[in-house]
């Protein structure tokens, strides 16, 4: 098998493993880091607190909060995944260290996120709707970025996600001007 051909069996088993997992949506995402999420947040509270958790529930005094799929944020770990995926020319264990430590990084900011919103909102903090409208609509999106362009940075990237895809296929195509 020449270089040309590896090159583009890469490409294409990056997007279908990619695909495989968006098929029944983010379903298996959510089954690892749920447990990986709502465990790490009801040890926490119950340094201070007095939690009950029941499912994915937890009660503290009158207050319930209940963590469910958005606070787990699967398809931010799916974005990490793809932009992983996405870029070309990354050594298999390479790529995996890069995908540990974006979920890693992703899942200890995001526990330490829900740490701090759960106890605005048992304290009564005047504020909690609004900082949480901000994460929720702001902050993991700046965050996947940040993790991605700190992956970069250390790891000494220089490939773009897709683009860098593109760009190799058109040179290995027909279409590319004589």
């Not at 799929?69 to 995996?96: D, H």
């Not at 740490?115 to 009564?124: E, F, K, P, R, T």
Request: charged share 15%; net charge positive; proline share 4%.
């Amino acid at each position: 098998m020449n270089k040309k051909d590896k090159k583009v069996i890469n490409i294409f088993l990056r997007y279908i493993f990619l695909i495989l997992i968006a098929l029944p949506g983010f379903g298996l995402l959510y089954e690892i880091f749920l447990p990986l999420t709502k465990y790490p947040v009801y040890w926490f509270l119950q340094i201070f607190f007095d939690p009950v958790m029941i499912g994915n529930t937890l009660t503290i005094g009158p207050k319930i909060i209940e963590i469910v799929g958005a606070c787990v944020a699967g398809s931010a770990y799916y974005f990490l995944l793809i932009l992983n995926l996405g870029t070309p020319e990354i050594k298999s264990s390479l790529r995996i260290k890069l995908i540990f430590l974006s979920f890693l990084g992703f899942l200890i900011v995001n526990i330490i996120r829900i740490i701090i919103l759960s106890v605005m909102y048992i304290q009564n903090s005047p504020i909690f709707d609004f900082v949480h409208k901000l994460l929720w609509y702001f902050g993991s999106t700046i965050l996947i970025v940040l993790i991605w362009f700190l992956e970069v940075k250390i790891f000494k990237i220089e490939k773009i996600p897709f683009y860098s895809d593109l760009k190799g296929l058109y040179q290995l195509s027909s279409l590319k001007k004589k």
